[in-house]
């Protein structure tokens, strides 16, 4: 019962929430409007506005909220135990994630049928793509929600997310082929959130053992991601008092 409660109450947690919901399918409507190339990728497309985007917005404040406010020492007491509200606050972004893509690619599918713009290859692929991207994203945002006010974690992600791509564009810009550019963009793509590796399994350019090992290093990073915040959480003291 702790367990629905949680992930429905994080599902449904800010009315806001909703009409960012709205605003990034009602996004993907307009573009329909656009005389679009006829290899405009649908796929691609919503990997990079839902699959890594919105979860930014989704989890801003997932668990800042509730620990600056002082009510994560009324959960806790329920009792529900620290790693259970972090899975179940998780699962609930990560139902969010499923619903939305679940209707975006209705949307974006019907209006194919009907305008004909764009092109849907593996789209389906894409769209699993875009979920495990969002799950991701979901887990880190939802780690640094345990140390950081509020919601600044989605800002602070941004910021971390520029601080480390822009030495590797300066390092491929003028060192391409350095040993450090090498050793560097290999930590990003396997430390990291596996966007590129998850681009290679929705453009099928991997073997089907390729995209299985793809997204078993995604489901691996998200459990890591998972298991440090957790961690982190485990190690706060809280109290009654609002910060």
């Known amino acids: 019962m702790k367990a629905r409660t949680l992930i429905a109450e994080t599902y449904l947690r800010k009315s806001s929430l909703r009409f960012m919901h709205l605003c990034w399918l009602g996004t993907l409507a307009a573009i329909f409007l656009i005389p679009l190339p006829e290899d405009w ?90 979920w495990l991207m969002f799950n991701a994203w979901a887990a880190l945002s939802t780690s640094l929600s345990v140390v950081v006010r509020r919601e600044q974690n989605s800002m602070l992600l941004v910021l971390g997310t520029i601080a480390a791509v822009f030495p590797l564009y300066m390092l491929m810009l003028f060192f391409e082929d350095s040993t450090v550019t090498k050793v560097y963009h290999e930590v990003l793509r396997y430390a990291g959130p596996s966007v590129e590796l998850l681009v290679q399994v929705g453009q099928g350019q991997r073997s089907l053992s390729g995209c299985v090992a793809n997204v078993a290093h995604s489901l691996l990073v998200i459990v890591l991601y998972g298991a440090i915040g957790i961690l982190l959480l485990d190690k706060r003291e809280f109290t009654h008092v609002a910060d």
Do not use: K, N
């Open 41 to 130: 990728p649908w796929g691609a497309f919503v990997f990079v506005w839902s699959g890594c985007l919105l979860s930014l917005v989704l989890s801003a404040g997932i668990l800042g909220d509730d620990i600056a406010s002082g009510r994560i020492r009324m959960l806790v007491t329920e009792p529900i135990r620290l790693w259970e509200l972090y899975v179940y606050r998780f699962l609930g972004l990560s139902l969010q994630a499923a619903v939305h893509l679940s209707v975006a690619g209705v949307l974006i599918l019907l209006l194919h049928w009907l305008t004909g713009r764009g092109s849907i290859d593996r789209f389906v692929v894409w769209l699993f793509a875009s």
